[in-house]
Nanobody, 121 residues
Framework: QVQLVESGGGLVQAGGSLRLSCAASGSDFSISAMGWFRQAPGKERYMVARISSGDSTNYGDSVKGRFTISRDRAKNAVYLQMNSLKPEDSAVYLC???????????????WGRGTQVTVSS
């Protein structure tokens, strides 16, 4: 059974930093894409960052230059370093792994339950 477990969320003041971790089990994602998404109340899920099987990265426009995604293949884990946090970054952050092709494009197959990030002004 595949599990993705996020950790590292919390309450931080604007301008601060947090590092999120996602530990995967039940499948080897070391050669798969992994990503981070966020969802705030009343808003659509937003792609924060993605790292490909070849370690190329891409980011949502609102986090470019502030957030960094990385992975540890040996630990089957992905991380999100978040700097210069803003109140609008507040959301539940979800880890995703394993992409499959669909008629709507590549989509992640597996999702964690999320970790709350709250940035106070």
């Amino acid at each position: 059974q595949v599990q993705l477990v996020e950790s590292g969320g919390g309450l931080v003041q604007a301008g601060g930093s947090l590092r999120l971790s996602c530990a995967a089990s039940g499948s080897d994602f070391s050669i798969s894409a992994m990503g981070w998404f966020r969802q705030a109340p009343g808003k659509e899920r937003y792609m924060v960052a993605r790292i490909s099987s070849g370690d190329s990265t891409n980011y949502g426009d609102s986090v470019k230059g502030r957030f960094t995604i990385s992975r540890d293949r040996a630990k089957n884990a992905v991380y999100l370093q978040m700097n210069s946090l803003k109140p609008e970054d507040s959301a539940v952050y979800l880890c995703a792994a394993g992409e499959s092709w669909t008629p709507n494009g590549y989509q992640f197959d597996y999702w964690g339950r999320g970790t709350q990030v709250t940035v106070s002004s």
